[in-house]
C-alpha cells in the first residue's frame, strides 16, 4: 500500500485522533501502557485503573511547538520590592498563626485529615467567622446534602451568619459561580475527591480528575483572587489521597491531627508559600465546635501526676511556638522470646535508636523488656530534641525512680552516646519557667556560643550533660545495677524492678 495513503499512526481512517487509554495508579500517579495487580512504582495493590485521555490531553508532538506560534514573555530583575500580601483574618487564633497571620486572598489551601476529625466542622467556622468580618464567603459541598450542613451550622450556632451554601460536584459550575461579579472571595471545596470536570473522562476520586479539577481551581484563584480551601481525603498511611503533585500546585498544605479518644485536636502546616512551616494551632472539641487554646502546654499537663516513675516533661518546640508535653514510658518483663515496642507519638525508628544506645554505650539492658513510650494528648512529636526525654523515661520506669516532677528535660542523643545542642533553648526554658518549672535537664553548651549560653531563664536551674551515662548515673539508685556488661548471659534476663523477685520463668 502506498505510505501516502497509509493513515498516520495514533489516528484512524477518517484522520480523527484516537482517545489514548492509560493505566493510571491512584496511589501515586504512575502511567502504564497496560493494567497490573501491583503499581512498580509505590508497590501498591490494585491500585491501577484504566483511564482514558482525550486528544487534547495526548498532546502534539513537540516538535510542532516552534517559535513564533507561543506569545514571548517578559523577564523581571531579582532585585525590587514587593509588598506583603493583604490577609483576611478569621478571628480564631490558631488558625490564623497556622496560616502565617491570616489568609492570602488568591491562595489555595490543602487541608487533610482522618474521616471524622473535624475538618469540615473547621472550615465551616472559618467561613463563619469570615462572614461575620464582612468578607463573602462560600461553602460549596460535594459529600453532604444541604440539609445536613445546616444541621451542624445550628449546632454550632452558626446558622445566623452570611455564609452561601451549596451543594455541587461540577468544576464547570463552580467555576463559572465564581467567577461572576458578585461572586464571594472565599470559597471552601469539600471535598476535592468528589469534584468532577467533564472534560476528563474518568469517575470522580481518580488521578486524573483530582488532578484536573485541582488545576482549574488554582487557576480560578490566581486570575480572580478567590481564595479556595480544598479539603482532602487522606490514605490509610495517612497522607492526602491523589497524586502527590496535587500538594505541589497549592500554595499552603493543613494536616488536621488528633486520636479520636482525645478532645485535642492539632492543625499542622507541612508547606506554606506565605508563612513558616511546621506550625501548629492546638484546637478543643466540645459540643460546640472547635476553639482555640491559648496555652496548649498548661493543657497538655493537665492530667498529670508527679512522682511517677517512667513519667518525664519534655520541652520541645513546634514551629515557632514552644510547647511542653509530657512522655510516658512502661518497662516491663516480657513474656515472649521477642519483647514488643509499642509506640504512640513518636517515631518508632527513633525509640529503637534511643534503646540500643542505651545498651552500647552505657550498659542498660532495656532490650530484654517489652517497651511502651506514648506521648500524653496525642500530641506527634517529631523532632530529635525529644531523645534525651524519652531516655529519661526509660531509665526511670526501668529504675522505678521518677524524675524530680520539677524538671523539663531536652536534648538530642548521638550514636556514640553524646548529647547535643539543640535550638531555641531560651525559649524552651522560658515556656518552663512560665509553667512552674524549676529545673532543667539540657546539653552541654560548652560548645555553643551565642544567646544559647545566656544565663538560666526565670530562676531555672541549669543541669547540662554531654553524655547519656550522665543521664543514668542520676536517676540509678544507688547501689543499684541497670545492666549487664556486654557478652554476658544475664545481660538477656529481664530486668526486676524494684521489690520484685525475679521468678523461676525470669
Known amino acids: 500500500m502506498d505510505r501516502a495513503c497509509a493513515p498516520r499512526q495514533g489516528k484512524g481512517a477518517s484522520g480523527v485522533a484516537r482517545a489514548q487509554r492509560n493505566f493510571v495508579c491512584q496511589a501515586c500517579g ?50 525590587g520590592t514587593t509588598e506583603q500580601p493583604p490577609r483576611l483574618t478569621t478571628g480564631i487564633t490558631e488558625f490564623d498563626r497556622v496560616c502565617g497571620g491570616g489568609l492570602v486572598p488568591g491562595s489555595a489551601l490543602l487541608i487533610g485529615g482522618d474521616p471524622g ?70 470559597a471552601v471545596i469539600d471535598s476535592i475527591q468528589t469534584m468532577w470536570l467533564d472534560t476528563v473522562d474518568s469517575v470522580p476520586g481518580t488521578v486524573t480528575q483530582v488532578r484536573a479539577s485541582a488545576q482549574a481551581l488554582i487557576e480560578l484563584a490566581k486570575r480572580r483572587g478567590v481564595t479556595v480551601l480544598l479539603v482532602g481525603h487522606v490514605t490509610k498511611e495517612g497522607t492526602i489521597a491523589g497524586p502527590r503533585v496535587l500538594e505541589h500546585m497549592v500554595d499552603t498544605v493543613l494536616y488536621f491531627e488528633g486520636e479520636r479518644g482525645h478532645q485535642f485536636r492539632i492543625l499542622r502546616a507541612v508547606k ?25 502546654s498548661a493543657l497538655f499537663l493537665a492530667e498529670r501526676r508527679g512522682a511517677v516513675s517512667g513519667a518525664c516533661v519534655f520541652a520541645g518546640v513546634e514551629g515557632t511556638r514552644p510547647l511542653l508535653v509530657e512522655i510516658q514510658a512502661l518497662v516491663a518483663p516480657s513474656s515472649f522470646a521477642t519483647p514488643r515496642h ?9 525509640l529503637a535508636m534511643v534503646i540500643a544506645v542505651l545498651e552500647a554505650r552505657c550498659g542498660v539492658a532495656v532490650g530484654p ?134 521468678g523461676p520463668n525470669d
Open 30 to 79: 504512575a502511567v502504564t501502557a497496560k493494567w497490573a495487580g501491583k503499581c512498580e512504582a509505590c508497590g501498591g495493590w490494585n491500585s491501577i485503573v484504566e483511564e482514558t485521555a482525550g486528544a487534547a490531553a495526548a498532546g502534539a508532538p513537540a516538535s510542532r511547538v516552534g517559535a513564533g506560534k507561543g506569545r514571548r514573555i517578559d523577564f523581571a530583575a531579582l532585585s
Open 117 to 186: 476529625i473535624g475538618k469540615s466542622t473547621l472550615l465551616l467556622q472559618v467561613a463563619a467567622a469570615l462572614a461575620r468580618r464582612g468578607t463573602g464567603c462560600a461553602y460549596i459541598s460535594g459529600e453532604e446534602a444541604l440539609d445536613q450542613v445546616r444541621l451542624r451550622a445550628a449546632r454550632l450556632g452558626l446558622e445566623q451568619t452570611s455564609v452561601q451554601l451549596a451543594a455541587a460536584t461540577s468544576i464547570r459550575d463552580i467555576v463559572a459561580t465564581l467567577e461572576a461579579r458578585d461572586a464571594p472571595h472565599v
Open 272 to 296: 506554606n508559600r506565605f508563612g513558616p512551616t511546621d506550625e501548629i494551632g492546638v484546637f478543643e472539641m466540645s459540643d460546640r465546635g472547635l476553639t482555640d487554646v491559648a496555652n496548649p
Open 342 to 350: 509499642a509506640v504512640v507519638g513518636w517515631d518508632s525508628g527513633r
Open 369 to 502: 523488656n517489652d517497651v511502651y513510650l506514648n506521648v500524653a494528648g496525642g500530641l506527634r512529636i517529631a523532632e530529635p530534641a525529644a531523645d534525651l526525654a524519652v531516655a529519661a523515661s526509660l531509665i526511670s520506669s526501668l529504675a522505678d525512680t521518677p524524675v524530680p516532677a520539677d524538671m523539663v528535660v531536652f536534648g538530642e542523643i548521638g550514636l556514640g552516646g553524646e548529647i547535643r545542642a539543640v535550638g531555641q533553648r531560651e525559649a524552651r526554658l522560658k515556656e518552663a519557667a512560665k509553667l512552674g518549672f524549676r529545673n532543667a535537664l539540657v546539653p552541654s553548651a560548652a560548645a555553643v556560643s551565642g544567646p544559647a549560653r545566656a544565663a538560666p531563664v526565670g530562676g531555672i536551674g541549669v543541669d547540662e550533660i554531654d553524655h547519656l551515662s550522665d543521664l543514668v548515673a542520676r536517676l540509678r539508685p544507688p547501689g543499684r545495677t541497670l545492666g549487664r556488661p556486654s557478652g554476658s548471659d544475664e545481660r538477656r534476663r529481664p530486668y526486676a524492678p524494684a521489690g520484685r523477685r525475679p
